[in-house]
């Protein structure tokens, strides 16, 4: 492999055997956060990084993470933002221990990295895992930055990030008042209340995309369904002055649930 200046370090000790799946999983996401971390603070810089696993023993496994950090950066600029990854995947790490202050990972993609990284760990009875930065040079190996984490605060990670994942996941409402819908797709036939209809509607201000329709209250579907069976007027030329409940998963518009109908006006051609 050669000597290269600038290293991220992971290491495994464990007691028992590792399932290989996580195993893959422990220094992949290291290698995935490492390349959102490049992409946030030195877009210029290419976001890659190649891993080797270079010493495998009985409960130990060793892999390093070669960067591919542009070759124009200086040997300090790549050591310093090894070194800055390290401190700041630690502070994360922290965090969702409760014990940084620092920005927790916060989308489902970001979460889900850090449940593969302490997953090999928090399976087994008394693990650990350590994460360096390494500079190496005449064949001396110069630790910048070092962070490890043992069985006990995996398994704490790895709850709170299912817990997190889930609370994303669950879907919620959110309720707006008096706002126009239209549809772009409908179905003369009942649908039962809170169940999805079929149709498709559009509210601008909510979302630009066609969304489900739900019934909220047997009103509103009488209402709307009168419209669409008895109506002069085809449907799609009319608009619909409602309440809804958005239904949301993961802070967006999955459906719209209609409660009460106000008002039915003909649109502009």
């Given at each position: 492999?050669?000597?290269?200046?600038?290293?991220?370090?992971?290491?495994?000790?464990?007691?028992?055997?590792?399932?290989?799946?996580?195993?893959?999983?422990?220094?992949?996401?290291?290698?995935?956060?490492?390349?959102?971390?490049?992409?946030?603070?030195?877009?210029?810089?290419?976001?890659?990084?190649?891993?080797?696993?270079?010493?495998?023993?009985?409960?130990?496994?060793?892999?390093?993470?070669?960067?591919?950090?542009?070759?124009?950066?200086?040997?300090?600029?790549?050591?310093?933002?090894?070194?800055?990854?390290?401190?700041?995947?630690?502070?994360?790490?922290?965090?969702?221990?409760?014990?940084?202050?620092?920005?927790a990972p916060s989308t489902k993609s970001e979460l889900q990295?850090?449940?593969?990284?302490?997953?090999?760990?928090?399976?087994?009875?008394?693990?650990?895992?350590?994460?360096?930065?390494?500079?190496?040079?005449?064949?001396?190996?110069?630790?910048?930055?070092?962070?490890?984490?043992?069985?006990?605060?995996?398994?704490?990670?790895?709850?709170?990030?299912?817990?997190?994942?889930?609370?994303?996941?669950?879907?919620?409402?959110?309720?707006?008042?008096?706002?126009?819908?239209?549809?772009?797709?409908?179905?003369?036939?009942?649908?039962?209340?809170?169940?999805?209809?079929?149709?498709?509607?559009?509210?601008?201000?909510?979302?630009?995309?066609?969304?489900?329709?739900?019934?909220?209250?047997?009103?509103?579907?009488?209402?709307?369904?009168?419209?669409?069976?008895?109506?002069?007027?085809?449907?799609?030329?009319?608009?619909?002055?409602?309440?809804?409940?958005?239904?949301?998963?993961?802070?967006?518009?999955?459906?719209?649930?209609?409660?009460?109908?106000?008002?039915?006006?003909?649109?502009?051609?």
């Amino acid at each position: 492999m050669g000597e290269q200046p600038a290293h991220l370090i992971l290491t495994l000790d464990t007691k028992s055997p590792i399932e290989l799946g996580d195993f893959v999983k422990s220094f992949t996401s290291i290698a995935v956060e490492y390349e959102r971390y490049v992409r946030e603070v030195a877009p210029d810089q290419t976001a890659e990084a190649q891993m080797f696993v270079g010493q495998v023993t009985a409960g130990s496994i060793i892999a390093e993470l070669i960067p591919a950090i542009a070759p124009f950066a200086g040997e300090l600029d790549k050591a310093l933002l090894i070194a800055e990854f390290v401190k700041k995947y630690r502070d994360r790490f922290a965090a969702l221990l409760g014990i940084s202050a620092s920005k927790a990972p916060s989308t489902k993609s970001e979460l889900q990295t850090f449940h593969d990284a302490v997953q090999a760990i928090a399976n087994d009875p008394a693990g650990s895992a350590k994460l360096e930065a390494a500079v190496f040079k005449d064949g001396k190996k110069d630790i910048v930055a070092a962070f490890k984490f043992d069985t006990s605060e995996a398994k704490k990670v790895r709850d709170e990030v299912d817990k997190r994942i889930n609370q994303i996941e669950q879907p919620g409402t959110a309720e707006h008042q008096r706002v126009l819908m239209v549809f772009t797709r409908s179905d003369i036939n009942n649908a039962d209340l809170g169940k999805k209809s079929g149709e498709r509607v559009r509210i601008e201000e909510l979302s630009a995309k066609p969304l489900a329709l739900m019934y909220g209250s047997e009103l509103a579907e009488e209402r709307i369904k009168h419209e669409i069976r008895e109506a002069d007027e085809n449907v799609f030329k009319k608009g619909f002055v409602v309440d809804v409940l958005v239904k949301l998963r993961g802070g967006e518009p999955i459906a719209y649930s209609v409660t009460n109908v106000h008002d039915v006006i003909d649109l502009p051609d």
